[in-house]
């Protein structure tokens, strides 16, 4: 069993920058891969980035990519979403998930889910 927490969501402008994290119990923690995944209000969940185990492989969503950096602290047993350059569309609340599939980016390859953070980008 592994339990998430997420924190550091929060009210920013656009340009600006969040760091959230996500921090995870159990001792497996270094065998799960890793991702994060955002829903605005009236769509869909979707996946925006993910982590390898020992995080050296990422994947990001192609809307995110080279503003949002995913990581991890096996040691600390945490996960974290570090976002730049803010856009009003990032607005969403945004939840960390585990699984075992490698590379996973479908929320049901995902065993595991944290409650949300919520993530508002003004204009």
């Known amino acids: 069993q592994v339990q998430l927490v997420e924190s550091g969501g929060g009210l920013v402008q656009a340009g600006g920058s969040l760091r959230l994290s996500c921090a995870a119990s159990?001792?497996?923690?270094?065998?799960?891969?890793m991702g994060w995944f955002r829903q605005a209000p009236g769509k869909e969940r979707e996946f925006v980035a993910g982590?390898?185990?020992?995080?050296?492989?990422?994947v990001y969503t192609d809307s995110v990519k080279g503003r949002f950096t995913i990581s991890r602290d096996n040691a600390k047993n945490t996960v974290y979403l570090q976002m730049n350059s803010l856009k009003p569309e990032d607005t969403a609340v945004y939840y960390c998930?585990?699984?075992?599939?490698?590379?996973?980016?479908?929320?049901?390859?995902?065993?595991?889910w944290g409650q949300g953070t919520q993530v508002t980008v003004s204009s």
């Open positions: 998930a585990a699984g075992t599939k490698r590379q996973a980016t479908k929320q049901n390859e995902y065993d595991y």
């Open positions: 159990g001792r497996t923690f270094s065998s799960y891969y």
């Open positions: 982590t390898s185990w020992g995080g050296l492989t990422t």
